[in-house]
């Protein structure tokens, strides 16, 4: 079976699924990974398997599984391997969002690596991640501050390391951001071409295009300072100790359910601990209204030339 070589977050991936959300391994076209990190396999789905029924998961320390109805199986196996069973009728478009959403998160997850639900933009000395829960506006952020000139690093799951000098450092990813229809029209872009996400009605995927943006960006950016984004009126507000700690676990931790039956909220709160030792965190409120988005990137502008969060 025909394979393409990736790499993402540091790792490198062999797919028997053509991804074309990911970089290619930077190899000539057909190059081959002696011994790659990641193997993703598809496999054929048995004579007994439903596209009925209704998505179940299953999730222990080394094993994810989950099924998803009309689309298929996915099993992910000691932070190593990704098996994915397509249902007959499932297109390959219906299969990456899975592929690449939970079932890798949950890679993520059993080889120890911190992930962060954020999305983050380059600026000068650095990067900056947005976190919050869904329907905070994290990409959508990101995208307005990339028609300013702000390149996007990484948007959704952002992969952190802690190197043995320095802050902590973001890998970046692919330059696609997802947004809703009503923020693509906002910005004019209805006209680009737009992949549907097929888990979220209305909601589409967007490469951006770009000197500096993460798909060239081949090494790990420092991290500068993070936020968590809130709706309201203008302003920012410094967070420190448990304020800081328990805000960022709680709106910055992908999936944390899925941790819980890992048995990794501690490790994964150390490393929140100590990701806050090093870089300043702070609350970022701001108007829904997308009019008012130009006096919130004047804003952030502002901060950042001060060299503060």
């Given amino acids: 079976m025909q394979r393409w070589y990736y790499a993402h977050s540091g790792v490198s991936i062999a797919s028997e699924l053509e991804l074309p959300e990911w970089s290619q391994c930077g190899q000539p076209a057909g190059c081959e990974i002696p011994v790659p990190d990641v193997v993703v396999r598809v ?8 596209a009925r029924g209704t998505q179940l998961r299953s999730i222990t320390a080394g094993e994810y ?4 109805p009309d689309v298929g199986h996915f099993h992910v196996r000691d932070g190593r391997e990704i098996h994915v069973k397509p249902l007959p009728a499932a297109e390959p478009a219906r299969l990456r969002p899975w592929l690449l959403g939970p079932a890798w998160g949950a890679l993520c997850y059993q080889r120890d690596m911190f992930i962060v639900h954020a999305s983050a933009v380059r600026i000068d000395g650095g990067a900056v991640m947005f976190c919050g829960r869904a329907g905070r506006g994290k990409s959508t952020l990101a995208a ?6 702000y390149a996007l690093v990484g948007d959704d799951l952002c992969r952190l390391h802690f190197p ?6 973001v890998y970046p990813s692919p330059p696609r951001v997802k947004l809703w229809r009503d923020a693509l029209g906002e910005l ?4 680009r071409e737009l992949a549907p996400d097929h888990l979220r009605e209305g909601k589409f995927h967007l490469t951006l295009t770009g000197p500096g943006t ?10 500068r300072g993070a ?20 805000g960022f676990l709680a709106e910055a931790t992908w999936r944390i359910r899925m941790l819980e039956r890992m048995g990794q909220v501690g490790p994964h709160s150390r490393r929140c601990m100590e990701f ?9 409120t701001r108007p829904r209204d997308f009019l008012a988005s130009a006096g919130t990137m004047d804003f952030l502008a502002g901060q950042w030339s001060r060299a503060t969060v």
Avoid: D, N
């Fill in 276 to 284: 806050l030792q090093q870089v300043p965190l702070a609350e970022l």
């Fill in 144 to 149: 307005q501050l990339g028609t300013r000139g």
């Fill in 214 to 223: 993460g798909a060239s960006l081949a090494e790990p950016v420092p991290v």
């Fill in 164 to 169: 043995p000098q320095g802050p902590p450092v």
């Fill in 43 to 50: 496999e054929p789905s048995g004579p007994t398997e439903s």
């Fill in 188 to 191: 004019g872009w209805g006209a």
């Fill in 65 to 68: 599984r989950l099924r998803v």
């Fill in 227 to 246: 936020y968590l984004l809130a709706w309201g009126e203008l302003g920012v507000r410094e967070l420190h100790g448990m304020a800081a700690f328990h």
